[in-house]
């Protein structure tokens, strides 16, 4: 099989043609490729991006400072903005350089991002923005991401509309691929027209991995002849607002219309044949959703053109390009639009269409009864728009046995959806040695509110917290509700990042109204919930206490697990007091009687960023671990209670159940030290032993045969990897996507991580087809799945892993390792039910296609030292098991026979002049006694440790030093001489230690 030639730089290497890269990349890529463009085409242009991260957009800062050296050298800026609408305006801007004549660049082309919320918050700037103008040889792009199941926000948006009343064209791309063609075609539109352009980004493009053509010149851009008004349709210098709504109103839409008609950015895609009755016409996300729903019933573009059926794919849904339309529409009977959340093409489609000579029926959100169809609620589904065009076809076009029996099928599979229930879920929990895990308590009898960001997730734990605001007004709610309330004081929880984004005006506004309510500002230096991004502006402790006292709060407490760090490096207000973590319930209580406004400053690094920098060396990490000795631990689980913290493991050992501390995943904060336990052993100095590996051994996989070939249709493979967050769920998929890159197939991915990654439920669909072309939706519907990879037992229990499950067809590998979710730190008799979890795979999958076993297990073997674990159980425990057998006859033998004292010699050992000292085994009644109980306790220690040590990844070393002190007690007591009693006496020394120094490096 040949290979391509791939590197992981690729993605941003403009030399290279074909590369695999997610949404967000294909951003960073595009940008490029505008900046290569222009230069080719003699412009000396700039560009400059700023936005707010948030979901699905969180991760794209990231990858614009990972390719900072490639974007420096395009000079494109970034600059992060402080909130979306400052991030805005500062696009605006970048389009009026070149007004004054004294830009550096012929022009600046810029893009702006931000999720749904900060859309709706921006649209004061967008509407000034757009009727101002871009630049001649700049533009701007508004990329909006939206979150059409609110699966990362707190709740579901489409955020079309906003540009629709700002009168900002909308692209909408299906896949990677189209975020890049669209962004060129965006950026390009813009400066024709004067207007900025807005692109939708949802969870299916900008956080999905494709194989795409990044080619230079892919696009043929053609500008069409259009009259313009004096001065042209850029921005200038003016007052003159009627005049600006005047050129917007009559010249910037028609001149995008224009744009988007000569582009085709709205086609026909399957032309229906000679004599086309049912028209479809979809956009963005939903076309792939409509192109696999047509394959799933059997209909290709020779099969669609045969039963004439005529396939239309929108790019630009406002403003709608008619003359396509009428095309479109032309011979139709009846018209179908598929489009998620509210109509935006139905609408205009009427409009355009009503009362024309041949006027179609048209359908979309609801049927000719006013049924439901394609619901504005929540996401559409293949499977669901398969049945709903499948039933239309039978019905308008005529009766086929083989799309009755595929639409048959697909009910089947919606039907055994809906009857999977969820037999187990992982919800989003706060990391080990999270600050909320402490800043988040309140005292008995308070009350806490809810705000944006990773303490958000303390309204489903045990609290009391309840209520969130939007991003920023945090506290306000509580002027509105104070005057009402029988409540005369509450804690309103408050990020960092909120902080610095607006919600320091929610401070003056509650100051202004005399509430009482305390603000926990909870800081912990990185954005985290989007992946440990850094403040803008460098925000600290002691300057976010200046800010707050010149607001006019007068008292302020900082909280901390490190008091001692700010003398002499920080400049706080007089007046403010610094306290411990562990005061922080009497720093509450003495803050809630506090009238008017009072802030806490719970200052203590996010325990994912503490992570991350520990292993760049550039955070101190603790000389110490902390471990539970199972044998004095009562499992009373107040551990869990005190520190919330999800590396405290159940063990189940012959005792009960007891715990243990995950130290793979332990972040050292400690606070489950608070619960003053004896079972609680803390060494200093000491490091986690690292695994050995494979390196130096024969390869595990020798003799495993090589897997058959595997020949898939058009049809492609389809495989969900679910597990829980952090655990590298997304790696692994991303493996499988990269292999399919290098074998030159088409491969589509998506990544579901949800609210949070760490701790929640994380799923990876994954797509791989003989050519691009022939991937469409990604998401594995019902009946869908050709492989299940479990990677949590729990998670693959969940009703979108069981409901893609095909009986007989799809093969569920599951991991049985139990991993408890947060629910166990307030439960310690809390289990999983794991042989529910089973018997709910097996039943969805099949006895034969369904497999479990203990893959977090094998991996320790493969990858560290336990390769043969069993052996040296098994063999050494054997051999102690006979040895104490032996000694037990000796005894009967030696010790109630004649009690003859005799010497078996072993070996001559030291000859030196008149010295004789031979190894012998002196055999007495003494020793026979020592015999029996070396051997039976140290056989019993052997089998006990074989259930006690069962976890442990290096257990052949530990039993070769068990093994090694039984030797060396055995030469001891059966000594005939000093120098023999002497080695066996360091003999047990040197076992002892290395017994002692099992834990340490």
């Known amino acids: ?375 504005a609620k929540g996401a559409l589904d293949p499977n669901e728009i398969a049945i709903a065009l499948g039933e239309r076809i039978l019905r308008t076009i005529g009766s086929s046995e083989e799309i009755a029996a595929r639409v048959a099928k697909l009910r089947q599979f919606q039907a055994m959806l809906a009857d999977t229930l969820d037999i187990g879920s992982r919800t989003p929990f706060f990391c080990s040695g999270c600050p909320h895990n402490s800043s988040t308590k309140v005292p008995d009898g308070s009350l806490a509110a809810a705000g944006i960001g990773c303490h958000f997730m303390a309204l489903w734990m045990d609290r009391n917290t309840v209520g969130f605001t939007a991003m920023g007004g945090e506290g306000a709610q509580w002027v509105g509700q104070a005057p009402f309330s029988k409540r005369d004081h509450i804690f309103q929880n408050l990020g960092d990042g909120t902080y610095n984004h607006s919600g320091v005006l929610a401070i003056r506004f509650a100051l202004s109204s005399d509430a009482n309510i305390t603000y926990k500002i909870l800081y912990n230096d990185a954005v985290a919930m989007t992946g440990g991004q850094p403040h803008e502006g460098g925000l600290t402790v002691d300057m976010i206490a200046r800010q707050v006292r010149a607001e006019g709060v007068e008292r302020i407490a900082v909280v901390t697990d490190e008091p001692g760090k700010y003398a002499g490096k920080a400049d706080f207000p007089a007046g403010i007091t610094i306290h411990h973590r562990d005061d922080l319930d009497l720093v509450q209580r003495e803050l809630r009687e506090v009238k008017g406004v009072s802030v806490l400053l719970y200052d203590q690094t996010c325990a994912a960023e503490k992570r991350r920098r520990r292993k760049r060396g550039t955070f101190p990490d603790p000389d110490k671990r902390v471990f539970i000795n199972e044998l004095v631990c009562e499992g009373c689980g107040d551990c869990g209670v005190q520190s919330n913290c999800v590396s405290i493991q159940p063990v189940e050992t012959e005792f009960g159940r007891k715990r243990r501390i995950d130290q793979s995943s332990c972040n050292k904060d400690f606070s489950c030290l608070n619960g003053f336990c004896p079972s609680f052993v803390t060494v200093h100095g000491g490091k986690i032993r690292k695994a050995e590996g494979t390196a130096g051994r024969a390869d595990p996989l020798d003799g495993v045969p090589a897997p058959a070939e595997f020949r898939m249709g058009n049809q492609g493979w389809a495989a969900i990897i679910d597990g829980v967050g952090g655990t590298g769920v997304v790696t692994v998929g991303a493996v499988l996507g990269m292999a399919a890159h290098l074998e030159g197939k088409g491969c589509g991915m998506i990544d579901m991580a949800g609210l949070a990654q760490k701790g929640g439920s994380v799923f990876t669909h994954v797509r791989i087809a003989p050519t691009p072309e022939d991937i469409h939706a990604i998401r594995v519907s019902a009946g869908k799945a050709d492989l299940v990879l479990g990677c949590d037992l729990v998670v693959s229990g969940a009703k979108k892993v069981l409901g893609a499950v095909r009986e007989g067809h799809t093969i569920f590998l599951a991991n049985t390792a139990e991993i408890m979710p947060g629910e166990f730190t307030r439960s310690a008799d809390f289990s999983l039910p794991v042989e529910r979890l089973k018997k709910a795979i097996r039943a969805a999958a099949g006895d034969d296609k369904a497999h479990f076993f203990d893959a977090t297990r094998t991996a320790t073997a493969l990858f560290g030292n336990s390769l043969g674990a069993k052996a040296s159980e098994y063999i050494t425990s054997g051999f102690l098991v006979i040895a104490a057998i032996l000694s037990w006859i000796a005894f009967f033998t030696v010790g109630f026979g004649n009690g003859e004292v005799f010497t078996v010699p072993v070996l001559r050992w030291i000859q030196s002049g008149g010295i004789d000292a031979s190894w012998a085994l002196r055999i007495d009644t003494l020793t026979v006694v020592m015999l029996v109980v070396v051997n039976t306790v140290s056989a019993l220690v052997h089998i006990y440790s074989i259930g006690y040590m069962h976890h442990d990844p290096n257990r052949p070393r530990f039993f070769a030093y068990l093994s090694l002190f039984t030797f060396a007690m055995l030469m001891l007591v059966t000594a005939d001489n000093l120098i023999q009693m002497f080695f066996g006496w360091e003999g047990v020394g040197l076992a002892s230690y290395l017994l002692i120094g099992f834990w340490y490096k």
């Open 1 to 375: 099989m040949t290979l391509h030639d791939v590197a992981l730089d690729d993605k941003f290497d403009l030399g290279k043609e074909r590369v695999f890269l997610s949404g967000a990349q294909a951003v960073v890529r595009m940008l490029l490729m505008q900046r290569e463009r222009d230069r080719r085409a003699g412009l000396n242009t700039a560009g400059f991006v700023s936005g707010y991260r948030g979901s699905p957009l969180g991760g794209l800062d990231m990858q614009l400072w990972r390719a900072k050296k490639q974007l420096a050298q395009a000079d494109i800026v970034f600059q992060p903005g402080l909130n979306e609408e400052l991030a805005a305006t500062a696009c605006w801007g970048s389009q009026q350089t070149e007004l004054l004549g004294e830009g550096t660049h012929d022009g600046v082309f810029s893009v702006w991002y931000g999720k749904g919320p900060g859309v709706d918050r921006s649209g004061d700037v967008f509407r000034h923005a757009n009727l101002a103008g871009s630049s001649k040889h700049g533009g701007v792009l508004a990329l909006m991401g939206d979150d059409h199941m609110a699966e990362s926000s707190t709740n579901a948006h489409a955020t079309e509309f906003l540009f629709v009343d700002t009168m900002v064209p909308i692209l909408n791309p299906a896949g990677v691929q189209e975020i890049i063609d669209y962004g060129l075609y965006g950026f390009a539109m813009s400066r024709f027209a004067g207007t900025w352009a807005a692109i939708k980004c949802v969870k299916d493009n900008i956080e999905s991995t494709a194989s795409v053509d990044a080619s230079i010149e892919r696009l043929g851009i053609v500008i069409p002849e259009f009259d313009m008004p004096p001065g042209g349709l850029n921005i200038r210098h003016e007052i003159d607002m009627l005049g600006q709504e005047e050129r917007l109103h009559e010249y910037k839409r028609a001149a995008a219309s224009a744009f988007i008609q000569a582009n085709g950015l709205n086609r026909i895609v399957y032309s229906g044949g000679r004599n086309p009755k049912l028209g479809v016409i979809t956009i963005g996300k939903s076309y792939l959703d409509v192109r696999q729903a047509l394959e799933d019933i059997g209909i290709d573009e020779a099969a669609a053109n045969r039963i004439g059926i005529r396939l239309f794919k929108v790019g630009c849904p406002w403003p709608l390009d008619f003359q396509h339309i009428a095309d479109f529409a032309r011979g139709l009977d009846t018209i179908v639009v598929v489009e998620e959340k509210r109509s935006l093409i139905e609408v205009q489609l009427r409009e355009n269409l009503y009362g024309t000579a041949t006027q179609p029926v048209i359908v979309g959100k609801k049927d000719e009864r006013g049924d439901w169809l394609f619901p």
